[in-house]
C-alpha cells in the first residue's frame, strides 16, 4: 500500500504528479498561440489560495502541532523559509512575465531563459512542501494528534499538481510568443516542474531521518510558499484591471484546499 512505502519515494511519486500536472499545462502551447490574461490572472490567483491554506493545513499546523506548545520553531522556521526563499531571488537571475528587466545577478542570458528560471524558483517550496509533508507522517509514526496525516500530505499534492496546470502554461507560451518553436516551448515548460522531486527528496529527507528539526522544516516549507505568493503570484494575478477576478480567485482556492484538507482528512 501506498502509505507503508517510503517517505522519500512517497514524495517522488507525489511530486510525479505535481510534474504532470506541468507538463498538461505546458501542452497547451500546441493548441493556442498566447495566454489570455483573465485566464491566467484567474488561475494565478486560483493557485495563490491553494498555497496559502496548503501553507497553514498541510505545513504550519502540524508544525506548531508538534512543537507542544513552544512558539518558537514554527515562528523560526516560517521566517527561514521566507528568507531561503529571498536569498534565491537575490541571487539566481530570472524575469516575470510583464517585466521590463530581470531580478538576481547580471547575466547574459535571453529573456526566455530567465522566465523559465523564474517558475523554476516557484516550484522549490511546492516540492520541499510535498517532501517535507510526506516525511512528517513517517516521522511522526501516523499519529493523528501530530496534525501530520498521510491524507493531509495527499491533499496537499493534489492542490499543488491543480496549481501546476496554470504555472506550465505560464512557461511554454510565453516562451512560444519569444519565438521558440511548440516542441521546444513545452520542454521547458516541462521541464520547470523537475526541481520538484529534487526538493521533495530534501524535504523528506530531512523531516524523516532528523527528526528533531521537523516542526522546523514543517514551518520552513510554509514560509517559502507564503513568500512566493506574495511576493510574485499575487502581484502577477492583480497586475492588469482583471485583478477582482484574481482576487475571487484567490478565495476559491483556498476554499477548495479546505475542503480537500476537511474531506480527506479521517
Known sequence: MFSELN????????????WIATAIGSATVFFFHKINKLFLETMLGFAAGIM??????SLL???ISLSNGWWFPPICGFLLGGLFLRSL?????????????HEGIKTPWGKETLLFLAITLHNIPEGLAVGVGFGAVAASGGDAGS??????ALALTAGLALQDLPEGAAVSLPLHGHGMSRLKSF???????????IAAVIGASLAFFA???????????AGAMIYVVAEEIIPEAERDKHNHFATVSVLIGFALMMLLELTLQP
Open 61 to 63: 499546523a502540524p508544525a
Open 89 to 101: 531571488d537575490h541571487f539566481i537571475p530570472h524575469q516575470h512575465r510583464n517585466a521590463k528587466t
Open 147 to 152: 496534525g501530520a496525516t498521510i491524507a493531509g
Open 52 to 57: 496559502i491554506a496548503a501553507s497553514y493545513w
Open 211 to 221: 527528526k528533531p528539526v521537523l516542526p522546523y522544516a514543517l514551518a520552513f516549507a
Open 7 to 18: 517517505p522519500v519515494v512517497q514524495a517522488l511519486i507525489g511530486t510525479g504528479f505535481t
Open 187 to 197: 520542454f521547458w515548460g516541462q521541464f520547470s516542474g523537475m526541481v520538484e522531486p
